[in-house]
Nanobody
Framework: QVQLVESGGGLVQAGGSMRLSCAASGRFVSIGTMGWYRQAPGKQRELVATISSGSTTNYVDSVKGRFTISRDNAKNTIYLQMNSLKPDDTAVYYC??????????????WGKGTLVTVSS
């Protein structure tokens, strides 16, 4: 069983910073692309940023220049450094990972989410 556990959410004022972490644990061969998604109240879940096993990154336009995704492969952990936060960034942030369980099996996993609230 593979688990993704997010941490680092909370309340921050607009213009502030926050860092999220997501650690993967369990039995697996390797982890491929990992990412952060978010879901604001009343809205669909959207991609925020992804990072490949080789550290190639991708961001949604609304966070470019403000958010940075990074990865520590030795710890099976990704991070999301969020700067210049805006009230529109308020959402539950979910960690996602493509995990190779065996030579023939790759599965997608999600964390339970961590709430980020940005006050104006």
């Amino acid at each position: 069983q593979v688990q993704l556990v997010e941490s680092g959410g909370g309340l921050v004022q607009a213009g502030g910073s926050m860092r999220l972490s997501c650690a993967a644990s369990g039995r697996f061969v390797s982890i491929g692309t990992m990412g952060w998604y978010r879901q604001a109240p009343g809205k669909q879940r959207e991609l925020v940023a992804t990072i490949s096993s080789g550290s190639t990154t991708n961001y949604v336009d609304s966070v470019k220049g403000r958010f940075t995704i990074s990865r520590d492969n030795a710890k099976n952990t990704i991070y999301l450094q969020m700067n210049s936060l805006k009230p529109d960034d308020t959402a539950v942030y979910y960690c996602n990972a493509a995990v190779r369980l065996s030579v023939l099996s790759i599965m997608e996993y999600w964390g339970k989410g961590t709430l980020v609230t940005v006050s104006s």
